[in-house]
């Protein structure tokens, strides 16, 4: 009798490689010494002692409004807080500058510097006292006053404010001397709050000073014209930002140097015309969250996919995390380098996470799927066959889950 062959099972045989658990553990070991050798070299920010105190005689509303502002809008070092009526920044005999702007246009914003350009009006009042200082000095009162925040002017100007016809004051029938003109130049951004991006807020300052030493907070104070600054109709032209309101303050600019006096720091009255900005809500998010919800889509649902293909099953993960590199470097790719994760940031680490988690899961479903085809008995392959599909319908409301913990979690704690 010929010899007998073996008989050969309907399901291939597969050759099932165990756990590495030593690699699991040096891996979670890599992890460890990644961040404790960033927490090592990470170095907290050196301050500076120069800082914005919001003078008196500010607009009450205005106040209001600046302390509801975006903790990194806010430029009072304080808060806002609004000074006790027994408290005065007025020392006896200082000289007084009333000042206004009206912007007509922000434009060419650009947040790699950041930076963005300004065009507009101004006009000064002052009385005697500060007309005899510029005559005695030989000053021009529109020259003194300078934005500190000025990065260019135009080539055909040599300063930022230009007066409209002669570059003398007009006395006025009050008493005060008066004048008036246009400004346009480039300016520094200093306050922006990409927290929130791609809900991104900004303000826009004009930052004005007396560029002369002599010329302190004790001896002149800028008082903001409320009632006559604003903003023209140029000012919602800017595509992509939403215009969100002006204000004009006075603050008390105090400098961290003597500079060479040897009389301790000095404090100098400045005056600030902001424009607040926004990106529009609806705009970022369906040009930005939306297609990342769709690729992170694709994660929740790779379960749904028959676990024998297993091939395609674990080829999506690594699709979408290319894809997820790609969109974050396209989209972080107008923004300076910041010391902190935006609200965007953190949705593609919540992404990325979910990824891994999606990839491992694919690994643990394939080697489940055949050692369960290695089971004679069919009701306990069956029952193992069950258990691998009610895993695979979980996995989408975990991912759901997890996003929207998560997400709202970065979003009131950004």
């Not at 009385?127 to 000095?137: A, F, G, K, S």
């Not at 021009?140 to 300063?159: G, Q, Y």
């Not at 014209?225 to 004009?248: C, E, P, R, Y």
């Amino acid at each position: 009798m010929p010899p007998r062959e073996p008989r050969r099972s309907r399901h291939p045989t597969i050759l099932q490689k165990p756990w590495n658990v030593s690699a699991l553990l040096l891996a979670a070991l890599a992890i460890m010494m990644m961040l404790i050798a960033v927490v090592s070299v990470d170095k907290p920010r050196s301050r500076t002692g120069d800082y914005l105190e919001l003078a008196r005689g500010n607009d009450p509303g205005m106040l209001q409004r600046e302390q509801n502002l975006p903790r990194l809008l806010k430029r009072d070092h304080d808060g806002y807080k609004i000074p006790s009526e027994g408290s005065s920044d007025t020392p006896q005999g200082v000289m007084k500058l009333r000042m206004g702007l009206y912007a007509m246009n922000n434009y060419n914003i650009n947040l790699q510097v950041p930076s963005f350009d300004s065009t507009g009006y101004w006009w000064m009042k002052w009385d005697d006292d500060l007309q005899t200082y510029m005559t005695e000095n030989n000053l021009k009162i529109w020259r003194v006053m300078t934005p500190i925040n000025l990065l260019d002017i135009p080539e055909s100007s040599d300063s930022v404010f230009t007066p409209t016809g002669k570059d003398e004051p007009i006395r006025m029938k009050d008493g005060t001397w008066y004048m008036t003109g246009a400004y346009s130049g480039t300016f520094f951004i200093d306050r922006v709050d990409y927290r929130h991006h791609p809900f991104t807020s900004l303000s826009l300052p004009i930052m004005i000073e007396a560029d002369d030493i002599v010329l302190s907070n004790n001896r002149l104070q800028i008082i903001p014209d409320v009632k006559g600054s604003g903003i023209g109709q140029f000012i919602h032209a800017h595509t992509g930002w939403v215009n969100m309101g002006w204000s004009l303050a006075t603050y008390k600019h105090h400098y961290d140097t003597d500079f060479g006096f040897g009389e301790g720091a000095s404090d100098y009255s400045q005056l600030v015309f902001a424009v607040k900005y926004a990106s529009s809500a609806w705009s970022a998010f369906w040009k930005v969250l939306v297609p990342l919800l769709i690729v992170v889509a694709m994660i929740a649902g790779a379960t749904k996919l028959d676990t024998q293909h297993y091939d395609v099953r674990l080829t999506l993960p690594v699709t979408v995390l290319l894809t997820l590199v790609f969109m974050q470097q396209a989209q972080d790719a107008d923004l300076p380098r910041i010391p902190y994760l935006t609200f965007l940031d953190e949705v593609y680490v919540v992404a990325y996470i979910l990824t891994l988690g999606s990839f491992v899961l694919m690994l643990w479903a394939c080697r489940r799927y055949y050692r369960a085809l290695q089971i004679e008995d069919p009701k306990e392959r069956a029952l193992e066959m069950e258990k691998l599909d009610r895993s695979d319908d979980y996995w989408p409301t975990y991912v759901i889950l997890a996003g929207i913990i998560s997400l709202t979690f970065a979003w009131f704690t950004g």
